[in-house]
T-cell receptor
Framework: KNEVEQSPQNLTAQEGEFITINCSYSVGISALHWLQQHPGGGIVSLFMLSSGKKKHGRLIATINIQEKHSSLHITASHPRDSAVYICARPGTASKLTFGTGTRLQVTL | GAVVSQHPSRVICKSGTSVKIECRSLDFQATTMFWYRQFPKQSLMLMATSNEGSKATYEQGVEKDKFLINHASLTLSTLTVTSAHPEDSSFYIC????????????FGPGTRLTVL
């Protein structure tokens, strides 16, 4: 069992749909990263959160430390949101353990 | 925000040759950098931690003699894939945390290595 699990693995949505990606982890943490990997491979850090909720544009990330669960939401999805979304938890010496990623495809 | 660059972005080489990949922090000093490898449709896997002024720390199963890491300065780490083989073809990414803020990491754009 991976320390960091994501669901779903693949997600297809139509433009405008509300999207939720889930991340569960088995080891207690103080913070969690959400990353976006574009089709070309480049990675952008979307959020780092340790409690509650953060919002940036159409992206919202929530975390429940007690339940070891985090969600990434995308409102009014757009084809340009198509990417792989990865959650990652920091461990000792700042090493990150990555989830398996959720491949999102948003169609017109 | 902080910027991390990688060079080259893409490299194709013949089997048996060595390839050097550079990772630079452009507007901050990074005493630590991380190197990851990602095979198609798989998650990123940490290969090693690059430490300025000391030896790199390798993850289990990563050959240190094959993947040479040199953290030459506070803004530059290099990964050299020695005697590359087709199975080394992968996407290599580096990241660097901000000094004193180790939960915040910035990723390079990645280097796609193809070994023929």
């Amino acid at each position: 069992k991976n320390e960091v699990e994501q669901s779903p693995q693949n997600l297809t949505a139509q433009e405008g749909e509300f999207i939720t990606i889930n991340c569960s982890y088995s080891v207690g943490i103080s913070a969690l990263h959400w990353l976006q990997q574009h089709p070309g491979g480049g990675i952008v850090s979307l959020f780092m959160l340790s409690s509650g909720k953060k919002k940036h544009g159409r992206l919202i990330a929530t975390i429940n430390i007690q339940e070891k669960h985090s969600s990434l939401h995308i409102t009014a999805s757009h084809p340009r949101d198509s990417a792989v979304y990865i959650c990652a938890r920091p461990g000792t010496a700042s090493k990150l353990t990555f989830g398996t990623g959720t491949r999102l495809q948003v169609t017109l | 925000g902080a910027v991390v660059s990688q060079h080259p972005s893409r490299v194709i080489c013949k089997s048996g040759t060595s390839v050097k990949i550079e990772c630079r922090s452009l507007d901050f000093q990074a005493t630590t950098m991380f190197w990851y490898r990602q095979f198609p449709k798989q998650s990123l896997m940490l290969m090693a931690t690059s430490n300025e002024g000391s030896k790199a720390t390798y993850e289990q199963g990563v050959e240190k003699d094959k993947f040479l890491i040199n953290h030459a300065s506070l803004t530059l780490s290099t990964l050299t894939v020695t005697s590359a083989h087709p199975e080394d073809s992968s996407f290599y990414i580096c990241s660097a945390p901000l000094p004193g803020r180790y939960n915040e990491q910035f990723f390079g754009p990645g280097t796609r290595l193809t070994v023929l």
